[in-house]
């Protein structure tokens, strides 16, 4: 009987499954260490973390100065991120993310923070179900966080440009629209005068608003040359000749509608800003609470000051027809929101003055009752 004992199968060898084994871990090795990403590994039992030479380096330690304690990484840890730190870790040790992922700062040896991106996963779990060992990676983003960081700081300049250039076209609309409006009532009422001293006195009128717009005219010159300054410009105003002045620009407004102006700041405050916002600001205010009058009675207006320790409040009150709060208070300050049945409205006036105001980092609120009045407070820095 013939022995047909040519069997194919063959026996693999211990020594070269070995030597793979190695070549891969010394590629990956190689691929790890120029990459500049760190690993670690850790042990949950021992609470130990052994961090990779790559991981020390980018930190600037060298290997022998940074130990095992998973302290040695998490005292490090910007203090506005360990919160977040800590809690991506554990929501993956808690099985609520399948993966460990956080960007975070830490200290370099020289003082300074990188961002690291940190990532890891469990690979191991204990008898009782809790994760055993985590194993993660450790990747220098500081570059790609700047060059984030610029980004943003390039697109808000964009945003900032973008509203500062609409801002200056609704000022130029609005305020100009006042100065025409004026013209186009004194011609109709030069036309209507019937002898020659109530033309001489509407003459005077005339060349008031004439004055008053070339004034605005140049002061919309100066806003196109500094919109593109980062530093607006500013000059030490005494806020009550500054009010005297706008309201001699109003003169004809105010004589008009029998209004009451009672400006109430002392003579000797001022304040360190920006001539062309503030003369908007008021003059924005002061048409208002005269254009709002109330039918009943002819409008009376105060305008006080209270000097704070490191502000100053200016309050514009009137006794119009109020607003309701209730029903636009978290509009009122919106462009095109209007809030009564008056044709000149056009939502634009109260929007700029909160523009104004805010980009000299201050506020403006206001305190409304139908049928009584307005209270406009602006707190300016002082």
């Avoid at 973008?162 to 305020?175: E, G, S």
């Amino acid at each position: 009987m013939e022995n047909n004992n040519n069997s194919n199968t063959t026996v693999s060898n211990p020594n070269e499954k070995s030597t793979k084994l190695n070549i891969k871990e010394q590629v990956l090795r190689f691929a790890l260490e120029n990459s500049n990403i760190g690993t670690w590994d850790y042990d949950a039992s021992t609470q130990k973390v052994i961090y990779s030479k790559e991981s020390k380096n980018i930190l600037g330690f060298k290997d022998h100065e940074i130990g095992s304690s998973a302290e040695e990484w998490n005292n490090r840890v910007h203090p506005e991120d360990k919160a977040h730190y800590f809690k991506e870790f554990n929501d993956h040790l808690n099985g609520i993310n399948p993966f460990y992922e956080s960007e975070h700062r830490i200290q370099c040896k020289n003082g300074t923070y990188k961002w690291i991106l940190d990532k890891g996963r469990i690979v191991s779990v204990g008898e009782n179900g809790k994760p055993k060992r985590v194993i993660g990676t450790h990747t220098d983003i500081t570059k790609i966080k700047l060059a984030e960081k610029k980004t943003k700081e390039a697109l808000n300049l964009a945003t900032e440009l973008n509203n500062k250039l609409r801002n200056f076209a609704h000022i130029v609309t609005h305020n100009l629209k006042q100065h025409a409006g004026n013209f186009e009532n004194l011609i109709e009422f030069y036309n209507e005068a019937e002898t020659v001293n109530e033309k001489d006195e509407l003459v005077k009128h005339i060349e008031t608003t004439s004055n008053s717009l070339t004034k605005t005219i140049k002061n919309l010159n100066q806003v196109v040359s500094v919109q593109t300054n980062k530093n607006k410009r500013v000059e030490k105003i005494f806020i009550a000749q500054e009010i005297n002045n706008i309201l001699n620009n109003l003169e004809f407004v105010v004589l008009n509608n029998n209004a009451i102006i009672n400006n109430n700041v002392p003579e000797n405050i001022y304040i360190n800003y920006n001539p062309i916002y503030f003369e908007s600001i008021v003059q924005n205010m002061l048409t208002n609470a005269i254009k709002y009058k109330h039918p009943e009675r002819d409008p009376v207006v105060n305008i006080d000051l209270n000097i704070l320790e490191k502000r100053m409040e200016l309050l514009i009150s009137d006794n119009g027809i109020g607003i309701d709060l209730e029903k636009y208070g978290n509009t009122i300050f919106g462009l095109y929101k209007t809030f009564h049945n008056n044709e000149d409205s056009e939502g634009v006036g109260l929007y700029l003055i909160k523009n104004q105001i805010e980009s000299f980092g201050g506020k403006i609120t206001v305190a409304s009752k139908i049928n009584t009045g307005t209270t406009f407070t602006v707190t300016l820095n002082n």
